[in-house]
Each structure stands twice: as C-alpha cells, then as structure tokens.
C-alpha cells in the first residue's frame, strides 16, 4: 500500500523526518556531496546504508511487546527510494547532471 507518492507510511515518515530536521538533513546533505565526488562505491546504496544505519543508532533498546512492533515498521522502510529521492533532490538543487 502506498501513502502519500511513497511505497509506505513507514518510508514516507523517514523522508519527512529528513526533510524537515535541519541537523539531520545536513547531515545528509554532506554525505551525499562526498558520495558523489568519489567514484569508489554506488552512491545510491550508500546513502541507503547510512540512513538506515542513522535510524538504528536511534532505536531505542526494549525489551517488550513494543520493541517487536517499532522493529516491524522498520523492515517496511525502503531505504533505497528514500536514497534515491534525496540524491535525486540534491542534484537538482546544486544543478548536478
């Protein structure tokens, strides 16, 4: 089921979280600027390992019915279109080809 032009809610409210937190989206912002000047790694999966792996770092540690749920909604996430969307976004602001 899709919401709002993304695959999931779950995917919509990560982008949103991006979007809308200055710190995180600046965060963002700088890896995608580094990814794109190295040649090394797809810049796409990248991205996606680093969101993903951002949003972990700020689940939090429980132990009950809750945890099971919050980790649930987070396997419905699709990094890659979020990725993929903020690259996209990037390069067309900084007029990148």
């Known amino acids: 089921m899709s919401y709002n ?4 809610y779950q995917t919509f409210i990560v982008q949103l979280i ?3 937190d200055e710190y995180v989206y600046e965060v963002f912002s700088k890896t995608t600027s580094e990814l794109l000047e190295s040649l090394d790694n797809d810049p796409y999966e990248s991205l996606a ?8 770092e700020l689940k939090p ?3 009950s019915p809750f945890y ?3 980790d649930n909604a987070f ?5 890659n279109e979020i990725s993929e969307n903020f690259i996209e ?3 067309e602001l ?3 080809a």
């Open 61 to 63: 540690d429980l132990e």
């Open 75 to 79: 396997c419905e996430i699709n990094w």
């Open 18 to 20: 991006i979007n809308n």
């Open 49 to 56: 390992l680093d969101i993903e792996n951002y949003f972990e």
């Open 5 to 8: 032009g993304w695959t999931n």
């Open 68 to 70: 099971e749920l919050l």
């Open 94 to 96: 900084k007029g990148i």
């Open 89 to 91: 976004t990037y390069k």
